[in-house]
């Protein structure tokens, strides 16, 4: 079957760091990819790794191992507003998104 | 420019009713879905289509049904709703439904079946 863990839940302080762990079992990868959701509201689009490697976007960073089947997201100099669920998904060999359940991320102040 | 925009915001129904839940983007794009999301799952995939006429079915395609007349609107209907249908549904389309794709979401519709 396919796969796609994350944490429930974490906690973080404003202002500082926060990896977000996504591991994943896929038939087939074409890619993968980090959304936030605050909410009540709609999924929005943060990065999209398909080679192995960091890609930085601003505060935002999205690592991929596709021999490890493992990517992280990491939020550096943490808001509040940062606030919300963090979904990991994974492009399978149909080009279906495959969903994790969201990691919940709690910020104190 | 509204991007993708979902009807009605929410709605409760009793069971056994017929239901359709309206999805329109304006960005004129290809690829279209339909998503539920429970607490604690995934978005799971009920329907997609990849262009207008066309439209198969995702993970979870039971009890819904999709049509795609055109490029802009992608209706999911409901023909007899059941409690296990609850669920908040989301509307997401994407330029091409590509490997490279990104897909934009509507606001969501949070349904209740009684």
């Known amino acids: 079957g396919q796969n796609i863990d994350q944490p429930t839940e974490m906690t973080a302080t404003e202002g500082a760091i926060v990896q977000i762990n996504c591991t994943y079992q896929t038939s087939g990868f074409n890619g993968l990819f980090w959304y936030q959701q605050h909410a009540g509201e709609a999924p929005t689009f943060l990065s999209y790794?398909?080679l192995d490697g960091l890609e930085e976007k601003g505060r935002f960073s999205s690592f991929l191992s596709r021999s490890k089947g493992y990517s992280y997201l990491l939020l550096k100099e943490l808001q509040m507003k940062d606030s919300a669920s963090y979904l990991c998904a994974v492009r399978d060999s149909n080009y279906q998104l495959i969903w994790g359940a969201g990691t919940k991320l709690i910020i104190k102040p | 420019i509204a991007g993708i925009t979902q009807a009605p915001t929410s709605q409760i129904l009793a069971a056994g009713r017929r239901m359709t839940l309206r999805c329109t983007q304006d960005?004129?794009?290809?690829?279209m879905y339909w998503y539920r999301q429970d607490l604690g799952l995934g978005l799971r995939l009920i329907h997609y289509?990849?262009?207008?006429?066309?439209?198969g079915k995702g993970e979870v395609p039971d009890g819904y049904s999709v049509s795609r007349a055109n490029t802009d609107d992608f209706p999911l209907t409901l023909a007899s709703a059941v409690p296990s249908q609850t669920s908040v549904y989301f509307c997401a389309s994407s330029s091409t439904g590509g490997s490279t794709d990104t897909q934009y979401f509507g606001p969501g519709t949070r349904l209740t079946v009684l």
């Open positions: 289509s990849n262009t207008a006429g066309t439209t």
């Open positions: 790794n398909v």
């Open positions: 960005m004129r794009h290809n690829a």
